[in-house]
C-alpha cells in the first residue's frame, strides 16, 4: 500500500473515534466553562493537548489555582500511559523512521488513535496514523468549543446529564482490562476505595484533588507493580 | 484562577507532548526493568478509576443518578460496548433519573 492509502484508510478508521470524541469533548467543555475558560481557550487547549483526562484534570487544577509545578507534575501523571503507549509504537515502526514523522505523530498518541495504530498488521506507516489524526482530532477540538458554548445555553438537565460522558469514557478505558487481567480488577477496586476515603476523610480535606490523585496512583500502582509484577509475554498494552 | 490561563495550557500541552515523544523518539529498545514495565502498566487503569470514583458523585446534580450511571457504564464497558454507547448510556440514565425524581419530588 502507499502512504496515500494508507493515509484514507487510517482517516476511514477514524470516523467513530470522530464521533466519540465529539460527543465526550462537549461534556469537557462543560468542565471548561465551570472552569471560567473562554471557548477559544478551550479549543486551543484541545487542539494542543488531545488527551481527555489530563485535560479534564488540567481544567479541575485552573479551577482551583493550582501552581504550574503541580500542573506539570499532575499532566505527566493522567498521561503517564502515554509512555507506555509510546514505546509500544517505537517497536511497531520500521526503525528507518525519520524523527520528524516520530515527531509528528506523537501526538496522536491518545488511547484510540493508539488502539488502532498498533492494531495495524505488520510494521505501522505514519501515515496511517496520519489519516486518524486527521479526522479524529477535529472532533475532539470542536467537542470542546462547543461544549463551552452550549454550556451556556443548555438547560441544567442537560449538562447534568453530560456531566458524566467523560467518566463513560474514563470507565471504557479501564473495565474491559480489569475484565481480562484479576490484578488490574484489583487496582482498579482499591483505587475506588481508597479515592473514596481520601476524598471523604477531613484528614486529607487540605490537600488539592490534583495531588490526591497523584499520591494514590504512584502508592497503588507501586505496590501492585511489587506484590503483582508482570511476567514478560504479557507486554502487550492497552 | 490564579495564574495565567495561557501560561497553564502551555504547561498542559508541553508535558503532554513530551510524555508522548520522548519514548518514540528516543528508546527504540524493550525497557527491561520488570518492576518499571508493570508500574507503568498499572497506572493507566489506577490514573483514571482515582478520577473516576468518587468524583462522577459530584457530577450531577442527583448522586443517585450518578451512582446509577456509574453502574450503567460499567456493565456496558465489561460487555466491551463502543465508548460511544457507554457515554451515551451514561448521560441518559443521569437525565432519565433526574426526570424521574424531579416528577415525583
Redesign the interface.
Known sequence: MTHRQYFIKGAKDGI?IF??YF??AL?LGITAKN???TPF?AM??SL????S??????FT???E????LE??VM??????????M??A???KMD?KTP?WQ??L???G?TD?IFGLSISVPGKLDPFYTYGAIAVAVPGWTGGTFFGVILGNVLP???V????????????????????KDR??AG??AA??A???LV??WSVFSGMS?GL??IL??VV???A???L???K?EE?D?G | ???N?????A???V???L???????L??K??QN???????????????????????LD???EPL??VL??IV??L???F?????L??????????VT??LI?MTA
Open positions: 467513530p464521533l466519540g460527543a465526550v461534556t472552569a471560567g475558560i481557550q486551543l487547549t494542543t493537548n488531545n488527551t483526562a489530563g485535560e479534564f484534570i488540567g487544577l485552573i479551577a489555582g493550582g501552581s504550574y500542573m506539570i499532566e505527566f501523571v493522567a498521561n503517564a500511559r502515554y509512555l507506555l509510546s514505546c509504537l517505537s517497536q526503525t524523527v516520530r515527531l505523530m506523537g501526538h498518541v484510540e441544567v438537565s442537560v447534568s446529564a453530560l456531566s458524566v460522558g467523560l467518566f463513560g469514557m474514563f470507565i471504557a478505558a479501564f473495565i474491559p482490562p480489569a475484565k490484578v488490574v487496582t482498579v483505587a475506588f481508597l479515592s473514596f476524598n471523604r484533588s490526591k490523585t494514590l496512583t497503588i500502582s507501586a501492585a507493580a511489587l503483582f509484577p508482570r514478560e507486554a498494552v | 484562577m490564579s495564574g490561563i495561557y501560561i497553564y495550557i504547561c498542559m500541552a508535558t503532554t507532548y510524555v508522548r515523544i520522548l519514548p518514540l523518539t528508546i527504540r524493550q525497557i520488570r518492576f518499571i514495565r508493570s508500574f507503568l502498566y498499572y497506572v493507566p487503569y489506577v490514573t483514571l478509576a482515582v478520577m473516576t470514583f468518587p468524583a462522577i457530577a450531577t446534580q443518578a450518578a450511571a456509574l457504564a460499567i456496558l464497558a465489561y466491551e460496548k463502543s465508548l460511544f457507554v457515554c451515551v448510556c451514561a448521560c441518559a440514565t443521569v437525565f433526574e426526570w424531579h
